[in-house]
């Protein structure tokens, strides 16, 4: 008599942290002390503090939604994310003014079937260089799987 066990393989999620500078431009549908709603697109560069291959050396962009009410502060959006190689990954974020969470929606190449998520954190955001323009540094930490 054989006895046959099947043990679903289980992966487990590798961790990583990135810091995310970038520049963007924002349209403002009001814009007073007392109610702040805009969009707008970030176009910038990740490279990872932890050393892993994930959201490193990447080019960034990304779309977003924010309103400010008084000291109350809303935004989302996506961030679309391009390897030197050409693979992509897309996650969708939301948060407060200066910190929120993410998680991947889409990934190609290697990147396929990609899960997980994490938080970012918003650490500068240095006086604009240009009218109209802004300028922030992030860091973001998370956890993912490539679920075959």
């Known amino acids: ?12 999620a590798d961790s990583f942290e990135s810091v995310a500078c970038r520049s963007g431009a924002a349209t403002y549908i009001q814009n007073t002390k007392e109610l702040v709603i805009m969009s707008f697109e970030l176009k910038g560069i990740l490279q990872s503090k932890s050393n892993a291959e994930i ?3 990447v080019s960034e962009q990304c779309v977003g939604m924010l309103k ?3 000291d109350q502060a809303i935004q989302s959006g996506f ?4 390897y030197p190689n050409g693979d992509i990954n897309v996650v969708e974020w939301d948060g407060g ?18 899960k997980g998520g994490g938080t970012w954190k918003a650490h500068q955001r240095p006086k604009p260089i240009a009218e109209g323009t802004f ?6 930490t998370g956890a993912y799987e490539l679920k075959k």
């Open 68 to 70: 400010r009410a008084g």
């Open 79 to 82: 961030c679309r994310y391009m």
């Open 97 to 114: 003014a200066n910190d929120g969470k993410w998680q991947f929606l889409f990934g190609t190449g290697k990147w396929e079937n990609i």
């Open 135 to 140: 300028q922030n540094c992030i860091t973001i």
């Open 55 to 57: 959201l490193n050396n």
């Open 1 to 12: 008599m054989m006895i046959f066990l099947f043990v679903p393989a289980v992966q487990t």
